[in-house]
């Protein structure tokens, strides 16, 4: 084994006389290792992965790991697929640092998989592990400006706020900190979607009165959104019997479309949330604003896919709320849509399967 694994050996092993035991690890896995300096430079193979390749360590050790597998790029997601010779391997790498933090290299576990997967599916899941990897970057580039601005509010208010001693300037800057710490909070709450979103989602149903949730939901996000100067009207089937739904992601993706009108149209403009029952149950949101380019409405419902005017108006937004709504709808056996209206505006809607509530019943699954 390469004498440079020891140098990479963690501080706590050293002291404790370790390395020796780890480079002894090192040698019996059974899944291939290598590992590479700071430039990938390979410096240490073990035998496992001698005998992938079928060569000697001293005909890999000094060789480029790129050169060795032309598959791995510097743009490596945690795992992703690689093939050596006839065989497939999935691949997870980490970065190994010195003692004063500095990058020294990494190295990378390859698990023969050949055998356990079909190559053709495990490159389309790899490839969304890929996807879901960029989009969790983006997630967190747009988090950190959505808190880094508030802040900067809260520390100006907060330094009026200590500085004057005219009343209305304080209570001035204590309403900015307020709103200034519900952006922060709207912020995490968005990486907390992302992370529901990466879980299995279980429906909890029950019986819903969903004209009462629609108004609430409605109400809960014209709080949300601080706004006045919208007219919301309500078009709700009169007599829209009693209905079986998980309640909670109901209202969340009702408050996400209600939020989404809005924001997207002008002051003044007129939000009309709609339900009706004729073979399906249909919740509809329309609005007044300037509608969605035809190119970008199949892709409205999409994984974080934000429009150009969301991203120039909302530059904070990380684009999960309509993803929401579909999932939502689907998890409830039906489907989400969204049209631009003739005479302006765009309409969305939750199309889903009706059931009705019958006392006798209990533990109704939700349908599928």
């Not at 050293?14 to 899944?31: S, V």
């Not at 500095?102 to 997967?117: C, M, P, R, S």
């Not at 974080?304 to 999932?327: C, E, K, S, T, W």
């Amino acid at each position: 084994m390469g004498s440079g694994v020891l140098a990479f050996i963690p501080r706590f092993a050293q002291r404790a006389g370790l390395p020796e035991a780890y480079a002894r690890i090192f040698d019996l896995m059974t899944d291939g290792a290598l590992v590479t300096d700071p430039d990938g430079t390979v410096i240490a193979v073990n035998p496992a992965l001698q005998t992938a390749f079928g060569q000697a360590g001293d005909a890999l050790i000094g060789r480029s790991a790129t050169e060795l597998i032309p598959d791995l790029h510097q743009d490596l997601p945690e795992t992703c697929p690689v093939r050596i010779a006839t065989r497939l391997y999935a691949v997870r790498h980490d970065t190994l640092t010195d003692r004063k933090g500095q990058v020294a290299g990494a190295v990378l576990v390859f698990v023969d998989i050949t055998e356990k997967e079909d190559p053709t599916r495990l490159g389309e899941l790899l490839y969304a592990e890929t996807e879901r990897h960029y989009h969790l970057t983006e997630v967190i580039r747009a988090t950190v400006h959505q808190i880094r601005t508030p802040l900067s509010v809260i520390g100006t208010s907060l330094y009026v706020y200590h500085r004057t001693h005219d009343a209305e300037k304080r209570a001035n800057s204590l309403k900015n900190v307020e709103k200034q710490a519900e952006h922060i909070e709207r912020a995490l709450d968005g990486l907390g979607a992302l992370a529901r979103l990466d879980e299995a989602f279980e429906p909890h149903p029950d019986t819903v009165d969903l004209t009462d949730l629609v108004i609430k939901a409605a109400a809960a996000a014209q709080q949300r959104t601080h706004t006045a100067t919208h007219n919301v009207v309500f078009e709700l089937q009169a007599d829209l019997p009693t209905i079986i739904a998980d309640e909670l992601a109901l209202k969340r993706a009702i408050g996400h479309l209600v939020e989404n009108a809005i924001l997207y149209s002008p002051d003044g403009g007129t939000v009309t949330i709609c339900t009706h029952l004729n073979g399906e149950l249909v919740i509809e949101v329309r609005d007044t604003g300037i509608g969605i380019p035809a190119d970008e409405l199949p892709q409205i419902f999409e994984h974080h896919f934000r429009g150009a005017y969301a991203r120039q108006h909302n530059p904070g937004g990380v684009g999960l709320g309509l993803m929401q709504v579909r999932r939502i709808a689907e998890l409830h056996g039906g489907h989400a849509e969204a049209e631009n209206l003739p005479t302006g505006g765009t309409a969305f809607r939750m199309r889903l399967p009706y059931r009705e509530y019958t006392p006798l019943t209990t533990d109704v699954p939700l349908p599928h």
